[in-house]
């Protein structure tokens, strides 16, 4: 069984101000509370939140198996699982960068 690892605690969204999340310009709209529940901000910390937890939890499984304290098989799946969440985050980051270019890049 693989133990849970209690995730990062985050920087507060209250330490942040809002014209620090929302950017210049945008007083007044709905993106302006840093609280929002599905805010992309928070939405974006819990995925890394979630991708540092499940490299810890393979990192630490893997230090058990080498001193027998854990399977080898539970080591191994939590070693898989941490490469592929690491796949998805980089492929993702990618897309994301590439959009932005291709953004950036349109004529006004």
Excluded: C, R, Y
């Amino acid at each position: 069984m693989i133990p849970a690892i209690p995730p990062i605690p985050t920087i507060a969204a209250e330490s942040v101000g809002a014209a620090q999340v929302a950017g210049p310009g945008s007083a007044g709209t709905s993106m302006s509370s840093p609280a929002s529940a599905d805010s992309f901000h928070n939405i974006l910390g819990q995925a890394i939140d979630s991708l540092n937890g499940t490299t810890s939890n393979a990192t630490n499984l893997s230090l058990e198996a080498a001193v027998g304290k854990a399977s080898a098989v539970d080591a191994t799946v939590a070693s898989t699982e941490a490469e592929l969440a690491t796949q998805l985050a980089t492929a993702l980051t990618s897309k994301a960068v590439t959009s932005l270019n291709a953004i950036m890049n349109m004529p006004v």
